[in-house]
Structures are given as structure tokens and as C-alpha cells.
């Protein structure tokens, strides 16, 4: 069974800093891209950030130069590192897999993790 | 950037109504479009890829279509289960974008 499971959400102050984790099982981790998705409160989804099987990362334009995506395909992990937070970025934060070079979309998700800039 | 516009943006129906959903794509996106179903509280599910394909496990009542910019995504005998917000999502490039979501109430 796949499973993505996000952690490292919270309350942090403007300007601050956050990293986001995602521990990934059930699947062979480092053949999928990995992705951010984020969703204020009663708000339609956001993608945040990709990170392709050979390394390349896509940022939204909200958030380039200020967040930076990384994987550890050994830990079966990925990471958002989040910086120069803003009230504008409080979310819930999703990972999720998708298959490289299909446009299928993501097909697994995590549960989310709350990150309240204020 | 592709502007994915969803409508409507919330839909009351009743348990056996066909309920449909549109989803317009700014540009053309050939076949990539992505639907997903998001029930309160919990993480978006793939319910529909490559607009028309059924996600393993997703009940035959749902179904999509369209190619282009004009997609949409069909459920034919609506039941209790299916009260939800639905979002359509490009595919074909970065960014990715989301379309505004449908909420169906029952």
C-alpha cells in the first residue's frame, strides 16, 4: 500500500523558517517525482514544487528563491525547505507521487500537514 | 500559465441525479487533464486521468471526456458517498495548475 506521510508543519513567525518532511512507503520511492501541493482553508489546491527522479525541480512562481525541495532516495524521503515565510503561505501542505513522464497526474497522496504563518 | 476555470463552483443535488462538471483549459491541453475528489478533512484522490481514464478502484458511475480545453467530468447516479469538492488539474506542463474546485452537495 502506498503510503506518503507528511510531518515538520506548524506555527512559525513571519520571516521565519520551516522544513517539511516526507516519508514515503509502498512503493519504490526513487523511480516517482515528488511533489508539494498546498491548500488554504476552504481553497481550491496549489502546486507548490516538483522534484523529478533525475533532479530537476519546477517552483511555483509564489514561492521560487524562497523554498527549495530535496529527496533522499536511501531514506525514502523528501523535503521542503521553507524560508522567508509569509502570512500567505499558511496551508496545508501535501506530498504526492507521480509517475515521470506521464501526464497522469499524482496518483498518491499524503494526509497533509498544517503550516500557520503568524 | 494554463488558467483552469471549473464550473460550477458548487452543485446541490440529489442521491441518483446525474450530476456534470465542466472544466475549460485557457490553451490547448490535448488529452492532459486530471480530475481529483477531496471528501472534508482528507487528502485529494485521482479519480480520472489522461481526461477519460478511470483510476483503479473508482466506481463506473464517474467518467470524463473532452480534449483540448473542454473537459468534463460526469457522475451518473449520484450517491451519498460522493459529497465532495472535485478539482480538475492540467498535466501537459509547468506550472501545474488547478482549476477552482466544484462542491457537491448532497
Known amino acids: 500500500e502506498v503510503q506518503l506521510v507528511e510531518s515538520g508543519g506548524g506555527l512559525v513567525q513571519p520571516g521565519g523558517s520551516l522544513r517539511l518532511s516526507c516519508a514515503a512507503s509502498g512503493f519504490t520511492f526513487s523511480e516517482y517525482d515528488m511533489n508539494w501541493v498546498r491548500q488554504e482553508r476552504g481553497e481550491s489546491l496549489e502546486w507548490v514544487s516538483t522534484?523529478?527522479?533525475?533532479?530537476?525541480?519546477h517552483y511555483a512562481a509564489s514561492v521560487e528563491g524562497r523554498f527549495t525541495v530535496s529527496r533522499d532516495d536511501a531514506k525514502k524521503s523528501f523535503y521542503l525547505q521553507m524560508n522567508s515565510l509569509r502570512a500567505g503561505d499558511t496551508a496545508v501542505y501535501y506530498c504526492?507521487?507521480?509517475?515521470?513522464?506521464?501526464?497522469?497526474?499524482?496518483?498518491?497522496w499524503g494526509q497533509g500537514t498544517t503550516v500557520t504563518v503568524s | 500559465d494554463i488558467q483552469m476555470t471549473q464550473s460550477p463552483s458548487s452543485v446541490s443535488a440529489s442521491v441518483g441525479d446525474r450530476v456534470t462538471i465542466t472544466c475549460r483549459a485557457s490553451?490547448?491541453?490535448?488529452?492532459?487533464l486530471v480530475w481529483y475528489q477531496q471528501k472534508p478533512g482528507k487528502a485529494p484522490e485521482r479519480l480520472i486521468y489522461?481526461?477519460?481514464s478511470l483510476q483503479s478502484g473508482v466506481p463506473s458511475r464517474f467518467s470524463g471526456s473532452g480534449s483540448g480545453t473542454d473537459f468534463t467530468l460526469t457522475i451518473s447516479s449520484l450517491q451519498p458517498e460522493d459529497f465532495a469538492s472535485y478539482y480538475c488539474q492540467q498535466a501537459i506542463r509547468f506550472p501545474v495548475t488547478f482549476g477552482g474546485g466544484t462542491k457537491v452537495e448532497i
Open positions: 489522461a481526461s477519460s
Open positions: 522534484l523529478e527522479t533525475t533532479g530537476v525541480t
Open positions: 490553451q490547448d491541453i490535448s488529452i492532459w
Open positions: 504526492a507521487r507521480k509517475v515521470p513522464g506521464d501526464g497522469h497526474g499524482m496518483d498518491g
